[in-house]
């Protein structure tokens, strides 16, 4: 569900024609809706109603200071995986204590950071990490909480770039070896390991590898408990799935999510936090790019589009499928034959879909890329100096940029030439 629709045959975001953004801001751009962002959050959080639970967005899915604060405002606390993401978090105004720091290589100097703020816990990955937070922490009279990241060494059937909890995967430390990390870590001074973090991917569809990972949740807290540890909070990650294309797996409503939680971890009497992202984001963004040409190659058609792999990376990094859709409705109507869309930029893997069905367009025409909104900007780039793709935030029936594309200059600006130059 989201706020992208034709209205007198043109695609609109919420109240605001799409080809009014572009005439004003150019193209490519991203546009982001608010209600979509406040929608997504309030079915994810209600699912949860009648729980003690903290629902921290994973800000790494779309970081835009006025998409935190959007969420923010709805009560959202954050997921961070940097230093750089924790002071956006704090910029956009959410309290620290309603932040979470995941990431398998955090820096002495950003745990430093992070507990003179205050957040609420570290997701620490490594048993070598847990001793570097419990120095840091120590030297400043601290001491951190903590949530071991387990990796259950489940398949979450999802694309290989964004399984995490396998056992090959980097991520977490192995499940088998978590209640002697537990042991080890009530006699470190710094730390306090008081909660259970897992989160096992990105883009998972099926309930099954949730269900299979919360059994082992509910498993080792049990097992924790016997050992004699208190733990105030379990924390299941992100993970849920959006649909990108009408005929792919519905991925389960957040409250058959929420049924598979409570079912496992009935009367653990812990809080529980969440760390969702694109389920979130994901269909709160689209990419608007402009036609350049139609180009017919020797057996291939290409339909030259403004927007290349530096703008949206995830068909290229992911095999990601993202529908296109003409701003013009009529377009939609017209005969359609397999395109690669394709950008600017010197790499054949610069494309945004491959022989995908679509009418010919004249030059000039723009598309929006669906279910752009979540790792989509976050993972832009300027490669061939393209400069870095803008983002608009619409409300309602106004609209603001929330990110103003560089100029050249600007662009140019950040390098130093030496003094021998
Ligand atoms: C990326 C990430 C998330 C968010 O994942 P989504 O699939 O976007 O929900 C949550 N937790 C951690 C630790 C992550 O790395």
Known sequence: MHHFAYKGGVLYAEGVSLGEIAGAVGTPFYCYSTATLKRHYTVFANAFAGSDALV?????ANSNLAVLKTLGAQGSGMDVVSEGELRRARAAGIAAERIVFSGVGKTRSEMAYALDEGIYAFNVESEAEAHALSDVAAAKGARARIAFRVNPDIDPKTHK????????????VPFDRARGLYKEASGLPGIKACGIHMHIGSQITDLQPFADALELLRALADQLHDDGHSLEFVNFGGGLGVPYRGDDDIPPHPDDYANAVRCALADLDCKLVFEPGRVIAGNAGV??????????????????????????????LYDAWHEIWPVDEKLRGAPATPTDVVGPVCETGDYLALERALPE???????????????????????????????????????AVVRPRPTYDDMLALDRLPEWL
């Not at 036609?291 to 703008?311: C, I, P, Q, S, W």
Request: glycine share 10%; charged share 20%; hydrophobic share 40%.
């Open 56 to 60: 921290c967005y994973s800000v790494k």
């Open 161 to 172: 770039k964004i399984s995490t909890g396998k056992a090959e995967d980097k991520f977490g």
């Open 287 to 316: 990419l608007v790019a402009r036609v350049l040409y139609e180009k017919h190659g020797a057996n291939r058609r290409f339909t030259v589009v403004d927007a290349g792999m530096n703008d949206l990376i995830r068909p290229t």
């Open 361 to 399: 367009f004249g030059e000039g025409d723009l598309i929006a890329v669906l279910t752009a909104g979540a790792y989509g900007a976050v993972q832009s780039s300027s490669y061939n100096t393209r400069p870095l793709v803008p983002e608009v935030l619409v409300n309602g029936d106004a609209w």
